[in-house]
């Protein structure tokens, strides 16, 4: 009868707009490409009209259109996606935006302190987790998620430590990134 001590990894962490930002990037990149695909669609369609009915001239003065489509429909979405993560941040008293994530074997639970709140998410309640090269993230359902800075971990141990807690509490719901070997 083995009474070895539960491992744990307490993950503290400031939230700041960059992490949050980067996150929402990666997770709206498919959505930022088709809208470029579409934008860049539209203007060959309208080069091609012009070219079709040989109106070289309004092809000319309207370019400038052609590049601003593109650059709205990218540029807009990023502008406001930082917006977004900097009003966010900024909402958060100074407490608030101290987290704390505290992961253990042993439970069937990771537990979550922002501020004076605290509680407990069950591992059941975890849809999955995606390592990324600068971060976890903790897709409770597709839309609320959760971001881990992977600089918050202490060093390679504690590292290795988390991703075998993941990989034995969710199994095959974990997405984790080849890792070196020790």
Known sequence: MSNKPAASVQIDFMVNVG????????????????GLGFSLM??????????TIDEKVILVQTSPLFIGLPLVAV??????????????VSSLS??????RYVFSDAADWFEVRSGESFG????????????RPRYFLIFISKYDV?????LALANTKELNLFRRILTAKLGSRTELLAQAVD
Not at 23 to 34: E, I, M, S, V
Request: a positive charge; charged letters at 20%.
């Open 94 to 99: 100074p407490p608030q935006r101290l987290m």
């Open 146 to 150: 959760c971001v881990i800075p992977k």
């Open 19 to 34: 992490d949050l930002f980067r996150a929402n990037l990666a997770l709206a990149k498919a959505r930022l490409l088709l």
């Open 42 to 51: 539209l203007v060959a369609g309208l080069i091609i009209i012009f070219l």
């Open 75 to 88: 540029g807009g979405q990023l502008l406001r996606m930082h917006a977004t993560c900097r009003k966010y």
């Open 120 to 131: 407990r998410i069950g591992w059941a309640d975890v849809w999955k987790i995606a390592e």
